[in-house]
């Protein structure tokens, strides 16, 4: 089911549900009112600057994850909402809410039964056992007139076969049990809720999926940053060393100053095998999440500088916040669930009324089933009012308004912390655009210097200590500066999750 369809679907249950609900027991659900917040930060919310800028109030693109320009990450985006398991199992997750709900709107209308018992018999053509040895037992021993009069004791006579019949019986059974206390449409409004609520779920799964995929494309570009900077850093090790050895080889320096190289050299060399795992592993979580199994692969592979930084951030003003974000649509679904179940448990506690009739024909041909003097009928009323129950009824019904309550703090626990959310995101994203800043200054600056130093090796004008802290300055600057550049890749995209992905463009 495409969103707009299960939407519009979801919309008229809801509308059903409330309408049968409005005349039964309990608390009439009200969607709690929406933030009066003006701001989401303390202070006005700066554009972080560097190439990005905040725009209030303007809309969030449902496919969001367009705006890095990376047509291998719009491919596997798509792929991964496609197939990926987690995603399919919460959508069949709101076929199942979505049905039960159905299934329970059954109990407003009569059930209607229709049996068929066709039977051929025939009785047996036997005398009763006491007959049969009654007969044996004159036989065996009979009495003195039987003897002196010389009557001959008969023998068992054998009995005249019974002839078969038949026997027909249709009957159609109506039930009805109406709904006085409206404790059925509470339950129902409960299931709606229910659907309504994994519906949320589903559109929280979606979105979180989409930015993990995209958290995990820039991860892998980071990390092949990372070994980027350090196979470029091990090749300038090697060069130096090779300065070095020639420099000793003609007595400018001393043998220490070589190996003080070559375990420079070593060290950077042992950093890449850890970083070229991270990178495998972070290439099967990513063909994990586009549902392909380890074998397979992820096909498509990510460098930073082929991301391109969203430059205008859509910030929504915070009173359209609430209703954006699906985790907290997905807690006032559980709070309209709880608040329904009160009514089902107070509807439980007063009298219950079933009506049933039931109205048939029997026969011993089938060509005489309806005649005249063959029907039958039953009808029946029955009320049943609990009254003592060891207080079951009334615990429980106490414990579903205690349940109301903490549904009700679980949706505003989940308000405060959609806010810190946004806060926490826009907040990264105005310190990112300055550790991006000082990042790049820091490597320009790193690699000046080293390339300085090297041209002083060259001729035997920097103590080796000087080389090996130039190296180490210029390679913590570069993994610094693509770490600040990934980072804030994906601070921008949690910034679109926090603020719920721009489902509602679907």
């Not at 409330?18 to 709690?32: E, K, Q």
């Not at 009298?351 to 024909?361: D, K, Q, R, W």
Request: charged share 15%; net charge neutral; aromatic share 8%.
């Amino acid at each position: 089911m495409s969103p707009p369809s299960r939407r519009a679907g979801l919309a008229a249950a809801l509308g059903g549900g409330a309408l049968l609900a409005s005349c039964a027991v309990g608390p009439d659900f009200a969607p709690p009112p929406p933030s009066d917040a003006k701001h989401i930060l303390p202070d006005r919310t700066g554009s972080p600057g560097e190439g990005q800028r905040f725009a209030e109030g303007k809309d969030i693109s449902a496919e969001w994850w367009t705006l890095y320009k990376s047509k291998p990450l719009d491919e596997l985006v798509k792929e991964s909402l496609q197939n990926n398991p987690s995603l399919q199992a919460s959508e069949a997750a709101v076929r199942i809410a979505y049905f039960n709900a159905e299934a329970q709107k059954g109990g407003f209308f009569p059930q209607v039964l229709f049996s068929s018992n066709d039977s051929q018999n025939i009785q047996s053509n036997n005398r009763s056992l006491g007959a049969i040895n009654q007969t044996v037992f004159n036989q065996s021993f009979p009495t003195p007139g039987n003897a002196a009069s010389g009557i001959a004791v008969p023998n068992v006579p054998t009995n005249t076969p019974n002839a078969p019949y038949g026997l027909f019986l249709k009957q159609l059974t109506v039930s009805f049990t109406p709904d006085v206390w409206g404790g059925n449409a509470r339950a129902v409004e409960s299931l709606v809720a229910q659907t309504e609520q994994q519906n949320w779920q589903l559109e929280a799964a979606h979105l979180a999926l989409t930015s993990n995929v995209v958290v995990a494309a820039i991860q892998e570009a980071s990390i092949r940053g990372q070994i980027e900077a350090t196979k470029n850093i091990i090749a300038i090790l090697h060069e130096t060393l090779e300065i070095l050895n020639r420099q000793y080889s003609f007595g400018s320096i001393a043998k220490a100053d070589v190996v003080a190289q070559e375990a420079e050299l070593a060290q950077f060399e042992q950093t890449l095998p850890p970083l070229e795992k991270q990178l495998e592993i972070q290439r099967n979580l990513l063909t994990a999440l586009a549902g392909r199994l380890s074998f397979e692969g992820a096909g498509e592979t990510f460098e930073l500088k082929k991301f391109v930084l969203p430059s205008t951030i859509p910030v929504s003003v915070p009173s359209k916040l609430v209703a954006q974000r699906p985790d907290v649509r997905a807690a006032e679904a559980n709070l309209h669930q709880a608040s329904a179940a009160v009514g089902v448990a107070i509807a439980n506690r007063l009298p219950n009324i079933t009506l049933s009739a039931n109205v048939g024909a029997s026969a011993f041909h089938m060509a005489q089933l309806f005649a005249p003097g063959t029907g039958l009928y039953t009808a029946a009323a029955n009320i049943s009012q609990p009254v003592f129950d060891g207080m079951t009824l009334l615990n429980k019904q106490k414990a579903a308004e205690a349940a109301l309550e903490q549904a009700d703090a679980q949706y505003r626990d989940t308000v405060v912390h959609a806010f810190e959310n946004v806060a926490d995101a826009l907040r990264a994203l105005q310190s990112d655009a300055k550790a991006v800043q000082t990042a790049r200054k820091f490597e320009d600056a790193a690699k000046r210097s080293l390339d300085i130093v090297r041209m002083q090796v060259k001729y035997g004008q920097v103590s080796q200590l000087a080389v090996l802290n130039a190296q180490r300055t210029y390679f913590t600057a570069s993994v610094s500066r693509v770490q600040a550049e990934a980072t804030r890749l994906s601070d921008t995209a949690a910034l679109f999750m926090a603020l719920g992905g721009g489902w509602w463009n679907r």
